[in-house]
């Protein structure tokens, strides 16, 4: 169920995170993003619940005018968290980007790259998700150069089918987004590490 703004929820503190328990284990933990699991209490916030940091917004969702600004500042965290872990201290890096996401807006350059779509709410959508791609690749690049890609198992997942009300497409299955249908419930997602016994495997389950 969403948390709204001005609701007193939170997930509950007695259900342990991840981060929690990976702490235990002797990782640095840090989020950058976006919070969306409650914030009406600290109990509730992320250093509260395992995070040695948090840089980010707390919500659902932010102004697209504000977070696409806000994005390039989340990379350069990210990045700077990256550089000054040690190589000896393992690392746990969760990164909830608002991309991709209503309201729909997204920096001018990133639109102009599909100028050939002539539905401009389509358009915008699609900027969104390479602005997305960038800080990706921005945080890949930098895990590179600190020595830390090849023993890093990489995790990405969105966490719901696109909305079509929003430009989100999810052909060819029924429904999207708040929908129990598989366009609402199926995702993309993969998992890349050199430590995965498998590779090269792709499941459309």
């Known amino acids: 169920m969403a948390m709204l703004p001005a609701q007193p929820s939170g997930v509950p503190s007695h259900f342990p ?10 990782y640095a933990t840090h989020v950058v993003g976006k919070w ?3 914030f009406c209490n600290w109990n509730y916030t992320p250093t509260y619940r395992g995070f040695d940091s948090f840089y980010g917004f707390y919500n659902g969702q932010d102004d697209m005018t504000t977070t696409s600004i806000l994005f390039y500042f989340f990379t350069e965290r990210i990045v700077d968290i990256i550089e000054k872990n040690p190589l000896s201290l393992p690392l746990f890096l969760y990164l909830p980007f608002q991309n991709v996401h209503e309201p729909l807006q997204v920096l001018k350059r990133f639109e102009d790259m599909y100028s050939n779509i002539q539905n401009e709410s389509r358009r915008i959508f699609l900027g969104m998700v390479s602005a997305m791609d960038e800080g990706i690749g921005n945080v890949t690049m930098a895990m590179k150069r600190a020595g830390l890609w090849d023993n890093t198992l990489l995790i990405f997942t969105a966490d719901n089918g696109g909305w079509p009300l929003f430009s989100g497409n999810n052909f060819s299955l029924r429904g999207g987004k708040i929908t129990l249908w598989e366009g609402g419930t199926r995702a993309a997602a993969f998992v890349h590490g050199s430590m995965l016994q498998k590779t090269g495997y792709t499941s459309n389950k």
């Open 17 to 26: 995170f991840l981060p929690e328990k990976l702490k235990e284990l002797g």
């Open 36 to 38: 969306h699991l409650g």
